[in-house]
């Protein structure tokens, strides 16, 4: 494997592309996008993605595509954050100068649906990204936490460290041990969309990341059930299970249903990876940055996670 090439770290007056390569952003949501980057000394630059909709997209698939190409190419442009998720990005990963972004590395920072862009830069570019809150969510209103752990990643090339405790959220250890690899994966549904595809996850001898939202619980079975037969479980070093906000059925009687923690047991557990639930990144606020591609020690003896690296440099 090639080694990881970090994008340079942000520094105060430096130009910021916003994009839009999923859903459709609402002019509150651009806005409140705009006020979050100059909020951290930086300038917004807003590309055509951003004003547009085409039905449940932000754009046709080509604009939405040229905006990640052409915000890469351009020597003016210092990062790229995604406004927001939604869905559209695994329409256009075929339609990506990836050449071309191994070349001009910069940092790019989302989640969710953008999960699609971390895997695919991450493996046909080499580049670290960051798995982050977007700045549509409004920067201004983080936790000292989310804040803390965002900033450090973009405007710090000092190693990462180790994740700090959240109050009232403690990790729940699945399997316990001890692995060290690099960070990959992202939201369930974007990891499953893509299995059989030039762009599929590879895991092996990496740590892997998984949280989901809004979904049924038998939804998030058939997830990771498609992920372990696609041997992800059996290939990695370790997993960490992130946040499941909004999941589950209310109104299901609990006979008729299976419970998060029975699928976990029935379908990660078997596996024998120290694996660890409840890590407080993805739909959840504290939220913790997640620099894709870094080395990192996930330590399910002490429920504890470590990034060793920087995201930039």
Partial sequence: MAPMIKPKCLQHGNRIALIAPSSPVDSQQLMIAVDSVKLFGLKPVLYPSTKMRHGYLSGPDSVRASDINNAFSDPTIDGIFCIRGGYGVTRI???INY?????NPKLLLGYSDITGLH??????CNLI?????MPSRGWKNLDYITLQSLTDNIFSTKPIGQVPYIEGEPIEIINSGVAEGHIVGGNLSLLVSTLGSDYEINTKNKILFIEEVDEKN???DRGLTALALAGKFRDCAGIILGTWAGCGDPDLPSENNLSLHTIISEVVKPFGKPTINNFQAGHIYPHISIPMGVRTKLDAENGTVEFLEAATQ
Avoid: R
């Fill in 93 to 95: 990963l075929d339609k």
């Fill in 99 to 103: 050449s071309m972004i191994s070349k």
């Fill in 119 to 124: 895997v695919a830069i991450n493996q046909l």
């Fill in 129 to 133: 990204t960051l798995h982050s809150p």
């Fill in 218 to 220: 038998y939804k998030i």
